[in-house]
Nanobody
């Protein structure tokens, strides 16, 4: 059984930092793209960041560019999201995903259970 498990969420003040992790068990995703999405109640899940299988290419939503950094450690089957200069608008449940490439992340069906990030003003 494949499981993606996020960790690292929590409550932080505006301007602070958090580092999310997403570990995988049950199979390896070293040749898969990995990504992060977020969702607030009543809104659709939105793209945050993605990284290709080798880590050589990363994409970001405009709202997080320059503040968030995605990285991966294929030996640990883990992807990370370093979030700096957090804003109250970053408050959401953050989900990690895996897919054959960046374009198929949302449709692949490989999702974690989510981790709550709350940024207080």
């Amino acid at each position: 059984q494949v499981q993606l498990v996020e960790s690292g969420g929590g409550l932080v003040q505006a301007g602070g930092s958090l580092r999310l992790s997403c570990a995988v068990s049950g199979r390896t995703f070293s040749t898969y793209a990995r990504g992060w999405f977020r969702q607030v109640p009543g809104k659709e899940r939105e793209f945050v960041a993605a990284i290709n299988w080798s880590g050589s290419t990363a994409d970001y939503a405009d709202s997080v560019k320059g503040r968030f950094t995605i990285s991966r450690d294929n030996a640990k089957n883990t992807v990370y999201l370093q979030m700096n200069s957090l804003k109250p608008d970053d408050t959401a449940v953050y989900y990690c995903a895996a897919g054959p490439n960046v374009l198929t992340l949302r449709a692949s069906g490989y999702w974690g259970q989510g981790t709550q990030v709350t940024v207080s003003s």
